[in-house]
T-cell receptor, first 117, second 115 residues
Framework: GAGVSQSPSNKVTEKGKDVELRCDPI?????LYWYRQSLGQGLEFLIY????????KSGLPSDRFSAERTGGSVSTLTIQRTQQEDSAVYLC???????????????FGEGSRLTVL | GENVEQHPSTLSVQEGDSAVIKCTYS??????FPWYKQELGKRPQLIID?????GEKKDQRIAVTLNKTAKHFSLHITETQPEDSAVYFC??????????????FGKGTMLLVSP
């Protein structure tokens, strides 16, 4: 596609429910990132996928959060047993960088706004 | 891990004035420093970046300076216009050579340009 696509754009859920957020990166981009944006908190790194390498999960805030990337393309971020503090905009970004190359521009999706009641 | 501090959190200027946003980073191995602009309700977009082998880079009304010794970099916007109003994020990464390129962002600066 022309850009990074995320779905759903908005999700309202009840505390304790599981949610799945999807990211479809730009075709050919090997690097994929998930960030969380809360009001006044900037862009908080969650997880990074680079090609076939093991993902960098160091930013995941708890074991309720997990992500996978199938076939080096689409990624799904799963939040189990959602809590009110999980409410935020979840942004996905992709990049054409490869290991050993200079860092490439991140192209962000529009984000998925999650509201946990 | 890397820690990026950004100041100020909000900045109000009159149209035509200059605006300066400052960031510091903690990891001396970081070598790539981009700036992203996020307009209200939009996605962040890259506006300028600098790599550690240069001290300054300009693109029309915006410029970025880097002081590696002090681990400090800044965004300068001259002749500000109302359309410059947005949240600006600085970031740092180890970039090339490390095979590890997570980008750590600052908390952002909301720039308001009044006509």
């Amino acid at each position: 596609g022309a850009g990074v696509s995320q779905s759903p754009s908005n999700k309202v859920t009840e505390k304790g429910k599981d949610v799945e957020l999807r990211c479809d990166p730009i075709s050919g981009h090997t690097a994929l990132y998930w960030y969380r944006q809360s009001l006044g908190q900037g862009l908080e790194f969650l997880i990074y996928f680079q090609g076939n390498s093991a993902p960098d999960k160091s930013g995941l805030p708890s074991d309720r959060f997990s992500a996978e990337r199938t076939g080096g393309s689409v990624s799904t971020l799963t939040i189990q047993r959602t809590q009110q503090e999980d409410s935020a905009v979840y942004l996905c970004a992709s990049s054409s960088q490869r290991q050993g190359f200079l860092f490439g521009e991140l192209f962000f999706g529009e984000g998925s706004r999650l509201t946990v009641l | 891990g890397e820690n990026v501090e950004q100041h100020p959190s909000t900045l109000s200027v009159q149209e035509g004035d200059s605006a300066v946003i400052k960031c510091t980073y903690s990891d001396s191995a970081s070598n790539y420093f981009p700036w992203y602009k996020q307009e209200l309700g939009k996605r962040p977009q890259l506006i300028i970046d600098i790599r550690s082998n240069v001290g300054e880079k300009k693109d029309q009304r915006i410029a970025v300076t880097l002081n590696k010794t002090a681990k400090h970099f800044s965004l300068h916007i001259t002749e500000t216009q109302p359309e410059d109003s947005a949240v600006y994020f600085c970031a740092a990464s180890k970039g090339a050579g490390s095979g590890y390129s997570t980008l750590t962002f600052g908390k952002g600066t909301m720039l308001l340009v009044s006509p």
